[in-house]
């Protein structure tokens, strides 16, 4: 299958340098989420993958070919980058047919995309009749057409009710099941956390990580537990003996830190405490971003540029 690489990846508006020396590259198989502040450079990026703007030094390839390279681009990436651009005077099912005509492709996966995005019912009413959510359905159905290997979604949840934001989670975790390169930029944290196997994060057009989700979330957080007891003196004094840390939250519940449940649970049973609820405590995607904006000075950076976009 088909990777997006990206390498020493540079491009520059003007006195704007929106990406900067990046190397990285998104693997098939999983989805990848793709984040980091307004005007990080993640359209930048995605727009560059896509033979839209030129470099202004490095490369970025699909599968090793440049787009421009690429025999029958919309089979071999399919992509969502502005929903609003489709005409509005046009039905939805004859700009999904003009697209596929032009690009070669066969006329029936127009009513395939169409019901995969849940359009199947107003394929003939105008795009300027669609609200928001379906235009970004509209988008993604034209993203598929091609049934591409590589698929790039900018925002894909924007407008989508709660059904939606469902349909389009468990879809990209399905083309990355299918073997399919998934990258996905979003703003919103627990939503990325539900889809994305791998995390890229930049901060003022840089790299600032690349990780599977879970290593970027314990390389985040401190191990935590929570646990509840009928005998919270007890359990008190024997984890505070073992040097370990406890604050107790308002529902009665412990939070034992710098430890892991095997630990707390093992030094109960021995010592013959009752436990009625042990768990490890997660770190949130949105903690761990959080902790990391804290620390680089990328987005403190970021944030305090004039040039820097309000969040939608
Ligand atoms: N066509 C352009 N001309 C001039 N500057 C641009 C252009 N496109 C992007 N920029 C600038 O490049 C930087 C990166 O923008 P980009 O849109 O790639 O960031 P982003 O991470 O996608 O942000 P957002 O989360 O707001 O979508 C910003 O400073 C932006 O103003």
Not at 196 to 202: G, Y
Not at 247 to 275: C, H, K, L, M
Not at 286 to 296: I, K, R
């Amino acid at each position: 299958m088909t990777s997006i690489d990206v390498h020493e990846l540079t491009k520059e508006y003007g006195a704007t340098r929106a990406v900067d020396h990046l190397t990285f590259s998104v693997r098939p198989g999983r989805v990848t989420g793709f984040l980091g502040p307004n005007g990080a450079g993640k359209s930048t990026t995605m727009r560059l993958v896509l033979g839209l703007d030129r470099p202004t030094s490095g490369s970025a390839t699909i599968g090793g070919k440049n787009y421009a390279a690429l025999d029958h681009p919309l089979r071999r990436v399919g992509a969502l980058l502005d929903a609003q651009a489709a005409h509005g005077s046009r039905t939805a099912r004859n700009h999904l047919l003009a697209l596929a005509t032009s690009n070669g492709l066969a006329a029936g996966r127009v009513e395939a995309v169409l019901e995969e995005a849940g359009l199947g019912r107003v394929g003939g009413d105008r795009i300027k009749t669609f609200s928001l959510g379906m235009r970004q359905r509209l988008g993604i159905a034209a993203a598929l057409l091609g049934d591409p290997d590589v698929v790039m979604l900018d925002e894909p949840s924007n407008g989508l009710d709660p059904e939606g934001i469902i349909w389009i989670r468990e879809l990209m975790k399905r083309l990355a099941r299918e073997g399919r390169t998934v990258l996905v930029s979003s703003h919103l944290m627990n939503e990325t956390s539900s889809f994305a196997d791998h995390l890229v994060v930049l901060g003022r057009g840089r790299l600032l990580v690349d990780l599977p989700m879970q290593e970027f979330l314990d390389s985040r957080s401190r191990p935590r537990v929570r646990v509840r007891t009928t005998e919270s003196g007890r359990l008190r004094d024997v984890l505070t003996g073992k040097g370990l840390e406890l604050v107790q939250s308002d529902d009665g519940r412990w939070i034992v830190e710098g430890a892991r449940a095997e630990e707390v649970g093992a030094i109960a049973a021995f010592e013959g405490i009752p436990i009625l609820e042990l768990t490890d405590e997660q770190a949130t995607l949105e903690q761990a971003y959080l902790d990391l904006t804290a620390d680089a000075t990328e987005f403190a950076s970021a944030a305090a540029s004039p040039a820097t976009r309000q969040e939608a």
